[in-house]
């Protein structure tokens, strides 16, 4: 079965600090695919990052990166030089490939972070 | 704003009501999935269509059920609610059936008291 943890519930810094969110994963399958989603104050879900499990390359969006280690089954996600407005719950999730899985999405706990200004 | 609309935002209801929940994917998008978003067991995969047909369930109470319409929008349907059905239900789509990045919904507020 896969599983997905986040073991820091919440995290919180001071405006313009990095900070990095973890995230582990479990599953028994070869191809699978890696998600990082952002939940604002508002609610809604908002996609950020998909990942294959083939394709181990970081990568970088302005100030948003991502590192997925497949030798530790992580998939971390770092804010640069954060910002008051980037206070969400962050989650990640994973899909396997298919099978009769489906496309489902298993979602970890979700860690709270808060940027104080 | 992702593409993907739930009605209605918020809804109120007693215990052992029955309600549903309405749900319209992106243009183009044919694959609906349903989640359960509460504070005791997180984000729970309910159910997945796929251009009509069931795909996927998960953790789906048997008092729930949903389908989708040939105009690919999909409905939730909870009847005898209890108050541990109170939560915030979130309707995703993406583009086939294959595991691509999914698009969520506003979520749907349900009360149940």
């Known amino acids: 079965a896969q599983k997905v943890t986040q073991a820091q519930t919440e995290i919180s810094v001071v405006e313009k600090e990095d900070v990095t969110l973890d995230c582990v994963y479990e599953t028994r399958d070869t191809t699978y695919y890696l998600f990082w989603y952002k939940q604002p104050p508002s609610g809604e879900l908002v996609f950020l990052i998909r990942?294959?499990?083939?394709?181990?390359q970081n990568e970088i969006s302005g100030r948003y990166s991502w590192n997925f280690q497949k030798s530790t089954s992580s998939f971390n996600f770092t804010i640069t030089a954060s910002q008051v407005v980037d206070s969400a719950v962050y989650f990640c999730?994973?899909?396997?490939?298919?099978?009769?899985?489906?496309?489902?999405?298993?979602f970890g706990g979700g860690t709270r972070l808060m940027v104080k200004p | 704003d992702s593409g993907v609309t739930q009605t209605p935002k918020h809804l109120i209801t007693a215990t052992g009501q029955r309600v549903t929940l309405r749900c319209s994917p992106r243009s183009g998008d044919l694959s609906v999935y349903w989640y359960q978003q509460s504070l005791d067991q997180g984000l729970q995969f309910l159910i997945q269509y796929y251009n009509g047909e069931e795909r996927a369930k998960g953790n789906i109470l048997e008092r729930f059920s949903a389908q989708q319409f040939p105009d690919l929008h999909s409905e939730l349907n909870l009847s005898s609610l209890e108050l541990g059905d109170s939560a915030l239900y979130f309707c995703?789509?993406?583009?086939?059936?294959?595991?691509?990045?999914?698009?969520f919904g506003p979520g749907t507020r349900l009360t149940v008291t």
């Open positions: 999730a994973l899909s396997e490939a298919g099978g009769n899985a489906g496309n489902m999405l298993t």
């Open positions: 990942r294959n499990s083939f394709d181990e």
């Open positions: 995703a789509s993406s583009v086939s059936g294959r595991p691509y990045e999914q698009y």
